[in-house]
């Protein structure tokens, strides 16, 4: 059974590759994955705000928080507090890809221009096989267009990508306009992939001390639906790789995601709820359905189920909309619920 694929220009021996995320941090730990069955591993992110303030840093020799507003800084972690400083993020590389045979994924997180994007240079030359751009913003002033934010943010990813000979994906938001432009334009501007889609952690109130309050939660595979639906009505119109991520729990799940047009999946949730070996779980059963259905090679069904062969996806896409709710009603008084 051929789980082979190329995401962003790399052969990989099968489509599971390891999320952003803390995995990485440890050698073993990254290890146990690439026995597990992982193809490819993505670093957790460094921070635009992490890198300004090591510079701010080591100039003033204080810690300096990325913002000059002394509320604003307030909100950020201290230098201290982020798990590899900009130096031991580069060391790490380097000591992955001594201890590992398939390809690392360095990740920057940022959302302005500056001089964070220098790094992209930096996990080149420490030996990065690709680098993921993870580019979170949240706009909250309203005298800024959407235009004006995504022209920014490709200008981040041109000015990367030409800067640099290894692949680069961008890790794109679900909150634009018109998404499968949007890749398009991410593509034009020099990107290798993009990876649908970011997870934004919503923050909660607490009532008692009047406090904002972040919380982390694990995706579950109900996510996997509007990754599924981006990746059958992007994949058609790009040539780029395009990756899926959230809400991939099983084997099933990736079949899906690689059915409406992924090239590969990034996993990391059920990971750490059920550990590294769940890779193996996930490979096992995907090479089972292939088998039970004819397939030798996932080249021969990727993409089948994305909406290349709809006249008029939008139409179709709003006709489903519409079908399902009108079919939704409520119990007659004298039926059972």
Known sequence: MNLTTQYLGLKL?????????????SIESACRLQDSGAAAVVMRSLFEEQIEAEIR?????????????????????????????????????????????????????GAQLGGWTDYARRFESAGADAIELNLYQLVSRANI?????????????????????????????????????????LEHAG??????????????LDLDELEVLPQLRLS????????????????????CSLGASGGIHGHEDALKALFTGAHAV??????????????????????????????????EFRGTMNLRHCPDPSAFERANYIRILQAWRLAAPNEKA
């Open 266 to 299: 990034q996993v990391v949730s059920v990971l750490l709820q059920k550990g590294p070996r769940f890779l193996t779980t996930i490979l096992d059963g995907m090479r089972h359905w292939m088998g039970e259905h004819g397939y030798s090679s996932i080249e």
């Open 145 to 185: 267009s959407a235009s004006e934010v995504e022209a920014d943010l490709l200008e981040i990813v041109h000015l990367v990508s030409s800067s640099v000979r290894v692949p680069v994906s961008v890790k794109l938001s679900p909150f634009h306009t018109s998404p499968a432009n949007f890749a398009k334009a």
């Open 220 to 239: 579950d595979n109900s996510e996997l639906l509007l990754r599924l639906r981006w990746l059958a009505i992007i994949s058609p119109q790009v040539h």
């Open 57 to 109: 840093a080591l100039a003033h020799n204080i810690e300096s928080p990325a913002e000059s507003n002394a509320e604003a800084t307030s909100y950020f972690p201290n230098f201290s507090e982020y798990q590899l400083a900009p130096e031991q993020y580069l060391r790490q590389i380097e000591s992955l890809k001594k201890a590992l045979t398939i390809p690392v994924i360095g990740s920057l997180n």
């Open 13 to 25: 021996e099968n489509p599971l590759v390891i999320g952003a995320s803390p995995f990485c941090d």
């Open 191 to 204: 990107a290798a992939g993009v990876v649908l889609f970011n997870r934004f952690y919503q923050p909660d």
